[in-house]
């Protein structure tokens, strides 16, 4: 018969803490993300083919979907809202330095250095869509602010727009790169949760709440009628 100094010997410092899958990211936050890797990617694919007609459409779905990513950021699910995941820098530049440290992943939504990410990209995309929105719309003269601007605020808008696409592979390229150093270094599947919107939690953790989906479907109608009226009349 085995001893009780023996028994405790053998037992688990730290006994394994049930888990569950929790549903973390909500369906329009993960069709925003996936569309908008879809749509870079296409718009990319036409500037280089000077297929310029489907580039200056994918540029418009884009900013619809930029501009749906801000509403909902103030307005839909918890892990969503910029109040709920934009941390102080200081959270950020601490949360770095543990970058090359493996541990469990507990977070719940973006962490203190991601959201700094989301908010980067979504400036990014915003920049490049506006000022690439602006200049189809100056050289076909569409819109009728274009004639009032000047050549030289035009040309800066042209050359923003330039920069702004190398700045934006720059951004993705970093994107990409933290993904891999954190499955590879920290073991944290920042990929999966994104895909299937779950995530293996411990069982504590109470779930985020969510927005609804006819919110969202309506915030995507208003965005879609923002870019119409920029279409119009930028």
Request: contains cysteine.
């Amino acid at each position: 018969m085995k001893s009780t100094t023996s028994a405790t010997r053998h037992r688990p410092e730290h006994p394994e803490r049930p888990e569950r899958r929790v549903p973390v990211w909500d369906l329009p936050t993960r069709l925003f993300h996936w569309l908008t890797v879809v749509l870079v990617a296409a718009a990319y694919i036409t500037q280089r083919m000077n297929w310029m007609q489907m580039h200056v459409r994918l540029g418009e779905t884009l900013l619809a979907l930029v501009l749906f990513r801000i509403l909902w950021g103030c307005f839909g699910s918890e892990t969503a809202r910029f109040s709920r995941f934009v941390a102080s820098p200081r959270k950020a530049i601490e949360h770095l330095r543990h970058l090359w440290r493996r541990e469990p992943d507990l977070q719940v939504g973006h962490n203190a250095a991601g959201g700094w990410m989301v908010l980067l990209l979504l400036a990014l995309l915003l920049v490049e869509t506006l000022t690439g929105f602006y200049d189809n719309n100056d050289i076909a003269d569409e819109g009728p602010l274009s004639e009032i601007v000047p050549a030289k605020i035009a040309n800066a808008i042209a050359g923003l727009h330039a920069w702004g696409w190398d700045l934006l592979a720059a951004a993705v390229v970093l994107h990409v790169c933290a993904i891999a150093v954190y499955a590879l270094v920290k073991g944290h599947n920042l990929v999966g949760p994104m895909v299937s919107g779950k995530k293996r939690l411990p069982a504590s953790v109470r779930a985020p709440a969510r927005g609804s989906l006819w919110l969202a479907a309506l915030l995507m109608g208003l965005s879609g009628v923002v870019v119409a009226l920029l279409a119009a009349y930028l």
